[in-house]
């Protein structure tokens, strides 16, 4: 019950963050789908109920402090999640690499359906978009290491 806690407050915060206006004081740097990562954490360790609604109040949230189009990220999320209960049944995500890679290849494929779904992807060439989604999965990575790490901590400590 503890780390499902501590996963909500993680995910509620990194949320907030997001959603703050970072274009005004940092011009030209993209968005990141930071709280994303709190996602694939509930996915790789929390195989209840929980995790699925996570994964949609996190989207919900979101979408409605952002702006963006409402459904869409939530639909991503929990995507996100089918994805890693399939890929969970052939792959076992315990290694920090496959943690890594997971986040590296949901967060790339989260981008392009973002893209395509806003179809920004009709307005831009092949090649730009590939390096601009390529570049901010690698972010994204970046930022999840300290997160990816400290879960991983935690989930070695049983609960009380």
């Known amino acids: 019950m503890k780390h499902a806690l501590v996963l909500w407050i993680t995910g509620l915060l990194l ?17 990141l789908n ?5 996602v694939i954490v509930a ?14 109040i ?15 990220v939530s639909l991503i999320n929990l995507l996100a999640l089918l994805m890693m209960r399939g890929l969970g049944s052939f792959i ?16 790339s494929t989260a981008d392009i359906i973002i893209l395509a779904a806003t179809r920004v992807i009709a307005y831009s060439s092949l ?3 590939l390096t601009v989604v ?7 990575v970046i930022l999840s290491i300290p997160i ?13």
């Not at 360790?45 to 949609?56: P, Q, V």
Request: glycine share 6%.
């Open 58 to 72: 996190l989207g919900y949230i979101l979408e409605s402090l952002s702006g963006s189009p409402q459904g869409l």
């Open 127 to 129: 090649n730009t978009i």
């Open 134 to 140: 390529a570049l901010r999965s690698l972010i994204t």
């Open 92 to 107: 076992l995500f315990e290694s920090f690499v496959s943690q890594v890679l997971l986040v590296f290849f949901l967060c």
């Open 15 to 31: 949320v907030l963050v997001q959603a703050m206006p970072w274009h005004f004081l940092f011009p030209g740097m993209g968005t």
């Open 43 to 56: 996915g790789i360790y929390s195989a209840s109920m929980s995790s699925w609604f996570l994964a949609f």
């Open 148 to 160: 990816l790490r400290f879960y991983n901590k935690i989930a070695l400590v049983p609960e009380r």
């Open 34 to 38: 930071v709280s994303f990562v709190i």
